[in-house]
């Protein structure tokens, strides 16, 4: 099982950046797809979830309106489309799969099996 994450970089604060997580080794539409972040000093925070047919998403506060979770199955990968970026977004960002996971921890950190190795989003201001 592998999930790789890239599409992390430096960006000014109102620009974009889209993240990628291909996944291998799994029937990837049996998972549900999460994004979640961690800054430095800080815990793990959910970002976004997707449902296994994608017809469902799941934003946290911070980043409702300015950020997309999108998935293709015949890709094997989900993707974080992050517009309006500030620099509180500022963290590694990590994607997380699970076949078994249920709706009410979907932003549950520890509910997720499988975790990708992280890409860096730096924002500056």
């Known amino acids: 099982v592998q999930l790789q994450a890239s599409g992390g970089g430096l960006v000014q604060a109102g620009g974009s950046l889209r993240l990628s997580c291909a996944a291998s080794?799994?029937?990837?539409?049996?998972?549900?797809m999460g994004w979640f972040r961690q800054a430095p000093g800080k815990e793990r925070e959910f970002v976004a979830a997707?449902?296994?047919?994608?017809?469902?998403?799941y934003y946290s506060d911070s980043v409702k309106g300015r950020f997309t979770i999108s998935r293709d199955n015949a890709k094997n990968t989900v993707y974080l489309q992050m517009n309006s970026l500030k620099p509180e977004d500022t963290a590694v960002y990590y994607c997380?799969?699970?076949?078994?996971?249920?709706?009410?921890?979907?932003?549950?950190?520890?509910?997720?099996?499988?975790w990708g190795q992280g890409t860096l989003v730096t924002v500056s201001s």
């Open positions: 080794g799994r029937t990837f539409s049996r998972d549900v």
């Open positions: 997380a799969a699970d076949d078994s996971i249920i709706l009410s921890r979907y932003r549950d950190y520890d509910a997720y099996k499988y």
């Open positions: 997707i449902s296994r047919s994608g017809s469902s998403t």
